[in-house]
C-alpha cells in the first residue's frame, strides 16, 4: 500500500466506538476537550516517550511505532512487553475503570495484528491497563475479534473515502463523549423527529 492508504489504529478505536465520532474527527478534522480526554492526556503523556528498559527480565519498548502493510494500518503502542522468546505482548494504557469495551478491545487487537506481521510470531493475548483501577485486564485476540478488525478497517476507509458524517446516535455513549456540543445528538434526534411528526399531510394521489 502507498503511505496515504494507511489508517491509524487511534482511527479504528473511534469507528469501533461511534463511526459520527470518528468522521467528525478524521474527516472534518474536529477535536474538542473534556475531563475524560484531558485525564488520557495526562496518562499517556508518561507512556508516549520511546523508550527501552528491562522490568524482572521482562523487556518493555514504550511508543513503540506500528504498521501493518496487510490491512493498511499504522499506529504507535503505549507499551509492547518482549517474553524471553521473542513473543510480544502489547499494554494499551486508559484512564477509566476496570471495564470491557468493544472498541478498546478491536484497537489492541489490531496492534496485535501488526507486530505479528512485525515480528513474523503469533501475538495471542495483550492487556489494557485502566488507570482509574490502577489494574490489568487481559485480551484474548480469538478469531471473531481478528475479524471485527479486519471488517472495521474496511468500514472505516469507505466513510473516509465518502468523506461523509453519519447521522447521530443519541444514546449512552453520548454524555461522555467529548464532541457532545459539536455532536448535538440530542438536538439533532429531537429535530429529525419534529421534522417527520409536523411533515405536510399527503392526499393520496397528490404528486
Not at 500500500?1 to 474527516?27: E, F, K, T
Not at 521482562?58 to 524471553?84: K, M, N, Q, Y
Not at 482509574?132 to 469507505?158: I, Y
Request: glycine fraction near 6%; hydrophobic fraction near 35%.
Amino acid at each position: 500500500m502507498q503511505g496515504d492508504d494507511y489508517v491509524l489504529i487511534s482511527a479504528l478505536q473511534h469507528y469501533a466506538y461511534c463511526p459520527r465520532q470518528c468522521a467528525l474527527i478524521h474527516v472534518e478534522q474536529t477535536f474538542e476537550e473534556n475531563l475524560f480526554t484531558l485525564r488520557g492526556q495526562r496518562i499517556h503523556e508518561r507512556v508516549n516517550v520511546p523508550e527501552y528498559e528491562l522490568i524482572e527480565g521482562v523487556r518493555v519498548e514504550r511508543a513503540l511505532p506500528l504498521w501493518c502493510h496487510r490491512l493498511g494500518l499504522t499506529g504507535i503502542a503505549d507499551a509492547v512487553e518482549f517474553a524471553s522468546d521473542g513473543t510480544p505482548y502489547p499494554v494499551e494504557y486508559k484512564s477509566g475503570a476496570r471495564k470491557p469495551r468493544e472498541a478498546d478491545d478491536l484497537q489492541l487487537c489490531a496492534q496485535a495484528v501488526c507486530l505479528e506481521e512485525m515480528f513474523d510470531r503469533p501475538v495471542p493475548t495483550g492487556a489494557i491497563f485502566h488507570h482509574a483501577s490502577k489494574r490489568r485486564r487481559e485480551v484474548q485476540f480469538d478469531a471473531g475479534l481478528r475479524s471485527q478488525v479486519e471488517e472495521t478497517t474496511h468500514k472505516l476507509r469507505l466513510l473516509l473515502a465518502a468523506g461523509t458524517v453519519p447521522p447521530p446516535v443519541a444514546d449512552a455513549r453520548c454524555p461522555t463523549c467529548s464532541l457532545i456540543e459539536t455532536c448535538m445528538p440530542y438536538a439533532l434526534k429531537d429535530f429529525s423527529q419534529s421534522a417527520k411528526t409536523n411533515a405536510p399531510f399527503q392526499v393520496k394521489g397528490d404528486t
